[in-house]
């Protein structure tokens, strides 16, 4: 008899529950609650986060910072919110509905055409756009000194990177971190040491006499990881995430993200039940789904090796790859680096991360996965001799690859400094080494995008890279032909792809002799 009574009421709860969904409009209908992380499998955690990052977000849900800039600090002016017909916008955002809206190049995931460029420091405006004639339009269009603004002193236009391989990305970057930290705390006082990491020189620490250091002889680094007070160490974080060096974590990255773009809050970020943009949304994204969604790019495959088996394309290829070293582009662009001490384990959240996102210190326990496994996505890189090779062709250093203030290539503004500082306003030069796997089907190329192949963007390589862009352009035209056919091969693969290389059908096969997986 008992079940006769709890059945009619099982299925009233049902009816209710549907009831209550009848006429919402919105991606995520259910949020993962704080500890549902550690309750499911890595394989639903990071189909939930997926899930996120694919998710088209809604005002019902809490899309949108009508009294929020992209900083996460309050409008300039309250009195005009970010409402209809203010809610989207290009230049200082919400920018769009979606991760996968911008990132999606070959597939999600990967990065994104010029039409979704971001337009990085945008985001400090309460809301900024131009009209035909290309002049600002934005309510009290001063900077942070009290300067006019123009269109080319707010906001630098980026391409959208790709994600894939990122685990194996932020695990090197946490590697290497910890090096140079370690060779810190090894100078004392009146002495200095190498910076030298995975065969990587990152220059020379100084430590002074009376305690205080000196970073002048460092190079590479972003001006904020090295920045001291006294006689602290000084911190050596490599920031793998953002082109000019600026994000430390895939979590970082996210937290930023879903509020610039999305207007959607973080609980970490932004604290819980806290209606921090005023739209009338609380706990729109959990701990447990910046989790998720953390661990999906995490766990995305690591891009391969598209050769043909045409045995002249092949041969051009193992010629281009040659070449590549021979010009000393693997000078920058170093072919692989080694993970070690179980560093393919990727744990989440980064020892490294800075404050507003979930730290260690936070008392909450890791999330840990094995980057190795054959149950996430493939194709997956696998350890030899406790040693794992990731072919991501970076060396993680920031580099002035352009000509002087004139060169196009030369940002208006240095996100790398304080806002609104002489440093600020002075540009920026320096660009992470481009992690060139994956390269070739993340059109369009360079950091701002603006170049339709790979050729433009090898040519334009000045700078600290003048030596090799010299080599390249005096190279017989085979042998300049043969270093792009090369590139060509660096790709996402298929989804269907289980090995790191695959011919031009999508068909696994072997790399070929001489060709680096």
């Known amino acids: ?12 709860d049902i009816c209710m529950a549907q009831e209550g969904n009848i006429g919402r409009e919105v991606a995520i209908a259910r949020h993962l609650q704080d500890g549902q992380e550690f ?24 899309a949108g910072r009508p009294l929020s800039k992209g900083t996460g600090a309050a409008l300039s002016d309250l009195t005009d919110p970010l409402v209809f017909p203010r809610n989207f916008n290009r230049l200082s955002g919400p920018d ?142 490599i920031r793998p995430f953002h082109q000019a060096g600026n994000v430390i974590s895939l979590r970082q990255f996210t937290n930023n993200a879903f509020n610039q773009h999305h207007g959607i809050q973080s609980e970490e970020r932004f604290g819980g039940d806290v209606d921090a943009d005023g739209d009338g949304v609380v706990n729109e994204l959990t701990r447990a789904d910046v989790t998720a969604v953390t661990l999906f790019q995490a766990t995305l495959p690591v891009p391969g090796r598209v050769i043909a088996r045409d045995p002249v394309v092949r041969a051009a290829v193992a010629n281009g790859e040659r070449k590549f070293g021979e010009i000393g582009c693997a000078s920058c662009h170093v072919p692989s680096l080694a993970l070690d001490k179980r560093g393919w384990v990727y744990t989440e959240p980064n020892p490294y991360n800075p404050s507003g996102n979930l730290r260690l210190s936070d008392g909450v326990p890791p999330v840990s996965v094995d980057l190795t496994s054959d149950e996430l996505p493939l194709p997956r890189l696998k350890p030899s001799h406790g040693v794992m090779h990731v072919p991501a062709y970076t060396d993680f250093k920031l580099h002035d690859i352009t000509s002087g203030p004139g060169d196009p290539n030369r940002e208006l503004l240095d996100m790398n400094q304080p806002a609104g500082s002489a440093g600020f306003f002075a540009g920026n030069s320096k660009f992470i080494t481009r992690k060139l796997w994956g390269i070739a089907n993340q059109h369009p190329f360079g950091h701002h995008g603006l170049y339709t192949t790979m050729r433009e963007a090898v040519l334009a ?24 056919e090369f590139l060509k091969s660096l790709q996402i693969l298929p989804a269907t792809a289980r090995s790191l290389c695959v011919d031009e059908n999508g068909k696994d096969t072997d790399c070929p002799p001489g060709i680096q997986p």
Not at 51 to 62: D, S, Y
Not at 223 to 229: L, Q
Not at 466 to 480: N, V
């Open 96 to 237: 769009t509905n979606s991760c996968a809206g911008c990132h999606n190049l070959p597939r999600v995931g990967g990065g994104g055409d010029i039409v979704g460029n971001v337009f990085v420091l945008g985001q400090r405006f309460d809301f900024a756009t131009f009209d035909g004639n290309e002049t600002l339009l934005t309510k009290g269009a001063l900077d942070e000194l009290g300067n006019e603004v123009t269109l080319q002193s707010i906001a630098d236009s980026r391409k959208t990177i790709g994600m894939f391989g990122s685990g194996y990305i932020e695990m090197l970057a946490r590697q290497i971190t910890a090096d140079l930290e370690m060779i810190c705390a090894a100078t004392p006082p009146e002495s200095s040491r190498p910076l030298v990491s995975k065969g990587i020189s990152f220059g020379t620490i100084i430590h002074n006499a009376d305690g205080t250091w000196d970073t002048s002889q460092c190079q590479g680094l972003p001006a904020p990881s090295m920045k001291t007070e006294g006689a602290n160490q000084p911190s050596m974080a």
């Open 461 to 484: 390589h000045h700078g600290e890279a003048e030596a090799s862009g010299t080599a390249f352009r005096s190279l017989p035209k085979y042998d300049q032909d043969s270093v792009i």
């Open 1 to 12: 008899m008992a079940s006769l009574f709890v059945l009619p009421l099982v299925s009233v």
């Open 39 to 62: 309750d499911l499998s890595i394989r639903k955690l990071i189909a939930f986060g997926e899930k996120l990052f694919t998710a088209r977000w809604t005002i019902q849900e809490g």
